[in-house]
């Protein structure tokens, strides 16, 4: 069974960063797409930031371009999520999501729509004014 294990949510205040981890188990970290995604109290989920296995360009929501930063240790199977000039409205629980193995990159088209088959607990970002 895949496991996607998220840690380091929290809460700040307005300006502040967090690092968020997502560490995989039992999933084969091979041609695959890998992110962020959110959702917030009455909000439908959103992406947020994904990335290649194998590297390659990262996906941004226009929200966070600038702010945060996607980033993976393949040999870990760890995907990171680093936000920085946080704000209320970055408020959310935030998941790791993947997608199969062997199924194919990241591409701009499908950044946040390919099926991400595989999804974590979640872990709460709060973020106070």
């Known amino acids: 069974q895949v496991q996607l294990m998220e840690s380091g949510g929290g809460s700040v205040q307005a300006g502040g960063s967090l690092r968020l981890s997502c560490a995989a188990s039992?999933?084969?970290?091979?041609?695959?797409?890998v992110g962020w995604f959110r959702q917030a109290p009455g909000k439908e989920r959103e992406g947020v930031a994904t990335?290649?296995?194998?590297?390659?360009?990262?996906y941004y929501a226009d929200s966070v371009k600038g702010r945060f930063t996607i980033s993976q240790d393949n040999a870990k199977k760890t995907v990171y999520l680093q936000m920085n000039s946080l704000k209320p409205e970055d408020t959310a629980m935030y998941y790791c999501a993947a997608t199969r193995p062997f199924s194919g990159r990241c591409n701009e088209k499908s950044a946040f729509s390919a099926d991400f088959r595989y999804w974590g607990q979640g872990t709460q970002v709060t973020v106070s004014s």
């Open positions: 990335i290649s296995t194998g590297g390659g360009s990262p």
């Open positions: 039992r999933y084969t970290y091979v041609s695959a797409c």
